[in-house]
């Protein structure tokens, strides 16, 4: 077992070298980090001078195998001469660039992260650059919806790909070319035969498992029995039949150590107590260090025994430690290698990495900055917007009466909406003062139940989400609610003359943002649903409905018997089509163009078909293709056009040629004809009808003329 490190290529160090020395050298590795190494380079190792900042790459080998490799970050001199060397692991290059504003949707896991890495390679230099790898990392649909706003891209790729849907980032080199793969923590690595037993290479360990929730013993409880010796108590299979009369399971060796501590433990669908007392024994051996992280000291014993497998980051490690009842394969979260000093090498093993204090508030933090970011991208009002403009307290569909009163001085002392001209005789009040705003059904001296006061306090006596009393919202509620759900959804309520608005916006962690509104007027309601940036709206009126897109640039407008189709707004310039009982209409900047739909012979209306119509303000029909998909302009094919439109005259004008196939082409007048590709001659020929003796020794004649036109007779004399 033997380690060499190397400066660009070059050997800066090897065990037993004379001149390739380093001193105090650590390499620190973790999953979903980039690790780092540092050591102390003497004057007399030969690359001390070679050693350059933000350029030199240093490269750790075990055994031939990599297992660190990055760029020096620093390189400082101490007193003694000796530069104290830092590199950063290959995965800081990812935060050498930057991904500028951009909106992302519809794309798999695997798109998301190669347009994070194209995005990465566009900005750096080869020997940085990364492609994607295996990814096998899904969410439930494939389809992520994502925003970058000027993060570097290794920051883009932990908060919103793994810190959303997890998985672990995995570098591996194929013929010169990193990749990064983004995988699960089972697929990471493999499974070390290697032991870490308490008393032979797990050095220090109690220490760390004293401060874990650990249990000694447990009170394990099956399925739910009809009858109950107390009748106000469920009741539970338990194993006190098959234990001896107890009800527990114990662990005598950490019981030895630890002193008792109980759990109770409920296996809901275990009927048979012999079954059940195996499941509480197991528990207590395996499942309840299901979650937990374990801080070790322990000797690599492949570097003393060769039959031994190291480990690496992201193996399954085996930990057995009788003593807690444990014997079970953890995952390497992280390892400290000290390459002098190999006996202080230590291990982090878990199913979760723990965070220090400050790591869990940096989180906390930046978590709470995204959601205040993506709320303000959400569409919201103040409640006060909506009461500077309220009227009435709606009572019905006319709505209600409203008074503003004032002190002696005419200065402004409340508004009341009532159901009711005057506050003695209402009922139902909803007051607007300075101190807040107040609904009461008992009329004007209230009580106010139901209230939002200046203070911030919002006071209600329920909340009608499945009826959910407001007693029952208490701080033992609200302290349950951990990091691990994240749920905020903002709401907004509006109540005025002629309208009455509601807007929610829910948040789910990062993962998706969802805003949902209606608003209920004199005229119309209208419901908005967006996702992001994303979304659509309905507008139904009384005698119409419209519906909007992606930022109200298209619609959809439905009427009775009829449906069309809008582009950039909803006005007759923007029309582009209506389906209706005639058939397809289609319309440019305002103009009525023609349609596509059926009609019947006027002699015999037996005879129907579909007809392509054209309207007066349309000039021209075309048939067209492109050439390709890539293309910009149509090649016309054919053309029908209005004289003085496209074309001078009035037809069909062909923009290609026509193959009969042996059909006749009948009726047709020629102009203009061609034959091989040469115009025939146009003009008159004579030709002679009758030839007389003149007596004279002489013959005279008579003629008349053909006409020809492009080498076609048109006209000839009758014999």
């Known amino acids: 077992m033997s380690y060499e490190i190397y400066l660009d290529e070059k050997l800066l160090f090897y065990p037993g070298d004379e001149e390739c020395v380093i001193l105090d050298s650590k ?98 230099e080869d020997r940085k ?17 994502r925003y970058t706003n000027y993060e570097n891209t290794l920051d883009a790729i932990m908060d919103k790909l793994i810190g959303r849907l997890g998985g672990y980032l995995r570098i591996r080199k194929v013929d010169g070319k990193r990749y990064l793969d983004w995988i699960t923590l089972e697929e990471y690595g493999q499974r070390i035969e290697q032991p870490i037993c308490f008393g032979d290479n797990l ?76 499941k509480g024994e197991e528990w207590l051996k395996e499942n309840q260090y299901e979650t937990m992280v374990l801080n070790l000291t322990a000797l690599d014993l492949s570097e003393l025994q060769s039959e031994y497998d190291s480990f690496f980051i992201g193996d399954y490690a085996k930990v057995i430690a009788e003593v807690f009842g444990i014997d079970k394969y ?52 103040w409640f006060q917007s909506a009461i500077d403009n309220a009227t009435a307290m709606m009572t019905g569909s006319k709505g209600g009466y409203k008074i503003t009163e004032y002190d002696a001085e005419g200065k402004w002392l409340r508004d009341l909406y009532m159901n009711a001209p005057s506050k003695e005789d209402a009922t139902l009040v909803m007051q607007v003062n300075m101190n807040g705003i107040g609904f009461s059904r008992d009329g004007f001296d209230g009580p106010y139940k139901n209230a939002w006061t200046i203070d911030g306090v919002l006071l209600g006596e329920f909340i009608k989400a499945g009826s959910v009393t407001a007693e029952k919202l208490s701080a033992e509620y609200k302290a349950s609610v951990t990091d691990e759900i994240d749920i905020t959804v903002t709401a907004k309520f509006d109540v005025a003359e002629d309208l009455i608005q509601a807007e929610v916006t829910r948040a789910t962690g990062a993962e998706v943002d969802l805003a949902a509104s209606l608003k209920v007027t004199s005229d119309l309601v209208e419901t908005k649903v967006s996702k992001g940036e994303f979304g659509s709206y309905m507008q139904q009126y009384y005698d119409r409905v419209l519906i909007g897109f992606n930022d109200a640039s298209k619609y959809v407008q439905i009427t009775a018997g009829a449906i069309s189709i809008y582009d950039n707004g909803v006005s007759d310039s923007k029309k582009r089509s209506t389906f209706d009982e005639d058939g397809n209409h289609f319309y440019r900047d305002g103009y009525y163009v023609g349609k596509i739909g059926t009609n019947q012979w006027a002699s015999n209306n037996s005879h129907k078909g579909l007809v392509f119509d054209l309207e007066v303000q349309g000039k021209y029909m075309s048939w ?36 009969m196939h042996n059909y006749s082409l009948k009726n047709v007048k020629v102009q203009n004809l061609q034959a091989g590709g040469y115009k025939g001659w146009t003009g008159t020929i004579p030709i002679v009808t009758e030839i007389r003796d003149n007596g004279d020794g002489t013959i005279g004649w008579t003629y008349s003329e053909i006409d020809v036109s492009t080498g076609v007779i048109t006209s000839a004399p009758r014999s």
Not at 86 to 102: M, N, R, T
Not at 241 to 260: C, H, I, P, Q
């Open 129 to 145: 650059k990364f492609y994607v790898g295996i990814v096998t990392i899904h969410d439930s649909n494939d389809s992520l919806y």
């Open 203 to 278: 050095l220090d360990y109690t220490e760390s498992i004293s401060a874990l929730q650990l249990y000694t013993a447990c009170i394990p409880l099956g399925a739910r029995l009809e009858d109950s010796p107390i009748e106000a108590l469920e009741a539970y299979t338990d194993i006190t039949s098959v234990n001896d009369g107890k009800n527990y399971v114990y662990l005598e060796d950490a019981v030895d150590r630890f002193g008792w501590k109980k759990a109770v433990v409920h296996f809901d669908d275990v009927t048979i107590p012999e079954n059940l007392k195996e």
């Open 330 to 381: 953890f995952p390497v979260q992280s390892m400290t290698i000290y390459f002098q000093n190999p006996h202080q090498n230590k291990l982090q093993v878990g199913d979760t990495q723990i965070k220090t204090y400050v790591d869990g508030v940096a989180d906390s933090q930046k978590r709470a900055n995204q959601l205040q970011q993506e709320n303000v991208r959400q569409t919201t009002a």
């Open 624 to 659: 067209a293709y492109k050439e390709n998909s890539s293309a910009d302009d149509y090649t016309t094919i054919w053309t029908f056009a209005r004289s003085g439109s496209m074309y001078s005259s009035l037809g069909l004008h062909a923009g290609c040629d026509v193959d």
């Open 27 to 124: 390499a620190e590795l973790a999953l979903n980090s980039a690790g780092s190494f540092s050591c102390l380079v003497p004057p007399t190792n030969p690359l001390y001078s070679e050693i350059q900042n933000g350029w030199s790459m240093v490269t750790v080998l075990k055994d031939g195998k990599e297992i660190f490799c990055g760029e020096v970050a620093e390189s400082e001199k101490d007193y003694y001469g000796m530069k104290d060397l830092y590199a950063a692991g290959e995965l800081d290059f990812l935060k050498a660039s930057i991904q500028d504003p951009a909106e992302y949707h519809d794309l798999t896991p695997r798109q998301m992260l190669e347009t994070f890495l194209n995005i990465h390679n566009s900005q750096v």
